[in-house]
């Protein structure tokens, strides 16, 4: 389903986010959506964005990242559902990070792969080809509310359109195997930090984990580079599509009304008291006892 666009003026204000949002993007006009979420079924997801081809620097980015906001395509948004706070941005410390041995046994395991890394994610017939086989695999199945169709024209929009001005924010990294093409990884590429945009790879090539080691190679740059963080975008506790970005670590979470806070002791709030969770090595989270302090 197709989101709904509405005026500035209809639907929840998020004050804080939009003021931000045109502070940084020269009072670019805001708009709003409203679509069944994705993630969470039986619930509704309210959107906040403007369309920032042209306008936004990667240092403005970087900013509204570091505020719970993302990029899809041109488009830059946060959430602001009513009751509800579980999509909250994720993002490692590149300069911390320990792999766990599962995610060793994947570096390991893709060893063999030849890595290139490109300026900008345009599209090719190959790519086009894989992303195809792998969206109608992987997002096949109605856990996913709102379809992805694997058509070129969402392609191209989701993956090839990029904000911001000069040359964009966009990079990609093709991963092969002799001239096969496994896995291709889109990022963004900031100042201080890489944001993990999409992985799509060829669904017979699953056994090698090749999201894992998309986010492995980005962690292993961000280091090389002096990047600090490595964003992964929307963590959903109880979604097991968006959980996975937990297993990661250290890793903060967004936290309204808190900033940034290790994921383990990360608050969640709950109307106007805060109620603290604890989060497994799963990225599964259980109610921790007693209100948070």
Not at 153 to 182: I, K
Not at 267 to 284: F, P
Request: proline share 5%; hydrophobic share 35%; aromatic share 10%.
């Amino acid at each position: 389903m197709s989101p709904e666009r509405r005026s500035d003026s209809e639907g929840p204000v998020l004050g804080a986010q939009v003021k931000l949002l045109r502070e940084r993007l020269c009072d670019a006009p805001v708009g709003a959506w409203m679509h069944p979420c994705p993630y969470l079924p039986g619930r509704i997801s309210f959107q906040i964005g403007t369309d920032c081809t042209d306008a936004m620097s990667a240092w403005d980015y970087q900013v509204l990242l570091e505020h719970n906001f993302r990029r899809s395509g041109p488009l830059v948004y946060t959430v602001g559902c009513d009751g509800c706070v579980e999509c909250r941005s994720l993002r490692v410390r590149a300069d911390e990070f320990q792999p766990s041995r599962t995610q060793r046994r994947c570096w390991r395991r893709n060893a063999d792969l030849s890595i290139r890394t490109f300026d900008r994610h345009v599209a090719t017939p190959e790519r086009l080809f894989l992303y195809r086989r792998y969206v109608r695999e992987r997002h096949g199945d109605a856990e996913r509310l709102v379809a992805m169709t694997g058509s070129a024209d969402e392609f191209v929009s989701f993956l090839c359109v990029t904000g911001g001005n000069e040359d964009g924010l966009a990079r990609c990294v093709e991963f092969r195997n002799g001239s096969h093409l496994v896995a291709v990884g889109v990022y963004d590429e900031l100042p201080e930090a890489y944001s993990a945009v999409y992985c799509y790879f060829d669904p017979d090539e699953a056994r090698r984990s090749p999201g894992t080691f998309n986010i492995l190679w980005l962690l292993e740059q961000a280091r090389r580079t002096g990047r600090r963080y490595v964003y992964l975008g929307y963590y959903v506790a109880q979604c097991r599509k968006m959980n996975y970005k937990a297993r990661f670590r250290p890793c903060e979470l967004w936290t309204p009304g808190k900033g940034w806070l290790p994921l383990e002791r990360a608050a969640v709030a709950e109307g106007e008291a805060g109620q603290e969770r604890d989060y497994g090595a799963d990225g599964q989270a259980t109610a921790a006892s007693g209100p948070a302090q």
